[in-house]
């Protein structure tokens, strides 16, 4: 690999640590434009949004009337799945089921908002507890693979458990907290690779894993975006991008709703996911996940670009958590500290080391974005 000139985009905090990340004239990264070429011109939380989302909305009653719910919401316990149950049972009426997929490293600040949104909702809540034998060989895996996405295996669980769910149980309408607001700048693929390419899961786990994955729920790419979309018919619904969605205002409602508490960073629900984002992947990798974020919160103006750099600056844990932390994780995961550091120590590799259908994967995503489907910034 060259080494290329540090560059930092001169609207957003995104920077070369993004190693394929270009930038125009004025200074700004792809991420940047994008947001105001294809995100902005085609987002319209508010009146618009509401307008036009109320005939799907009154599809979704219409088609769930006499079931005991009429859509499926999956809930971690973070502020995006909080709050998008609250808008849809409060907002709009919706009588959704609530789901939730415990892999086993949920925070016990996660487990009582998860609490506090199905009690103070009076909504209906399935979980899914993850084998722990399972999850636990697979992200050894992972961590063995030397990839920087260690959160693939629960990734993969979260998202593979709730989408077969849905098919499983007639499902036809998925809410998810997905959102422009906090997530326009999605981080590219040599930070968090596909975590439903299934020939790569498979690769690494075959190579580093010890035992059979007979429960572990798995949900290929390909199988969620045509079998589960077109022969199911199943249809996934970011609502929050049809009403005002901005975070400070979605803690407060929640706070004074609920007694909902907030996280200091985003996806702190999981305890494994704090760890991953704030001490393996920036000091193993240089990768701050914050960048993605804070960036997503500049564009869409609920944060300064001082107020971010200032942020970015520190280190999201001080020393002595993150050092419980990496015992904690270590433990947990059957490895002794010494032998952990040996692995964080080890050589960074890239998902490109291991089988992965990229080629494929990239082909679809140009087919969806040409289509309109999605209109983020693939890259
Ligand atoms: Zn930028």
Redesign the pocket.
């Known amino acids: 690999m060259s080494i290329r000139q540090y560059q930092i ?1 001169s ?2 905090i ?1 920077d070369t640590s993004d190693s394929t990340l270009t930038f125009d004239e004025r200074g ?2 792809d ?2 434009r994008n947001f105001h070429e294809n995100i902005l011109p085609n987002w319209h939380p508010g009146e618009q949004g509401i307008q036009e989302i109320m005939p799907m909305i009154e599809k979704i009653k219409r088609e769930g009337a006499g079931r005991p719910h009429d859509c499926l919401i999956g809930i971690s316990g973070g502020l995006d799945s909080s709050y998008v149950a609250y808008v849809a049972k409060e907002k709009f009426g919706l009588r959704p089921l609530m789901f939730h997929c415990d892999a086993g490293w949920n925070s016990d600040l996660g487990v009582s908002n998860i609490q506090k949104i199905i009690e103070g909702l009076n909504l209906d809540l399935v979980t899914e507890v993850i084998n722990w034998e399972e999850m636990k060989d697979l992200q050894r895996a992972f961590f063995l693979s030397q990839v920087p996405f260690v959160d693939m295996p629960q990734d993969l669980a979260l998202f593979s458990a709730i989408y077969n769910f849905a098919a499983k149980n007639g499902f036809k309408y998925v809410i998810t907290g997905g959102n422009n607001s906090t997530e326009c700048v999605r981080e590219c693929i040599e930070w968090t690779y596909f975590s439903t390419d299934m020939r790569h899961v498979h690769d690494i786990h075959r190579r580093f894993g010890t035992r059979s994955l007979d429960t572990f729920p798995t949900c290929d790419i390909f199988k969620y975006k045509f079998y589960y979309r077109w022969i199911k018919g199943i249809r996934v619904i970011k609502l929050l991008d049809s009403v005002p969605y901005i975070k400070k205002q979605a803690i407060q409602e929640l706070n004074e709703k609920f007694g909902w508490q907030p996280y200091p960073q985003k996806h702190y629900e999981s305890r494994f996911t704090r760890f991953y984002e704030s001490y393996w992947t920036p000091k193993k990798f240089g990768y701050d996940k914050r960048r993605a974020y804070m ?1 997503s919160e500049i564009l869409t103006g609920q944060m300064t670009r001082d107020e971010a750099l200032e942020r970015i600056s520190k280190p999201e844990l001080d020393e002595e958590t993150m050092a419980q932390e990496f015992e904690y994780v270590a433990t947990k995961l059957g490895w002794t500290v010494d032998e952990f550091r040996e692995i964080f120590n080890g050589k960074n590799k890239s998902f490109r080391d291991y089988k992965h259908k990229l080629f494929l994967i990239t082909l679809g995503a140009r087919i969806a974005n040409f289509l309109g489907i999605d209109n983020r910034i693939f890259r």
């Open positions: 985009c609207n957003c995104m700004w990264c991420y940047c960036s």
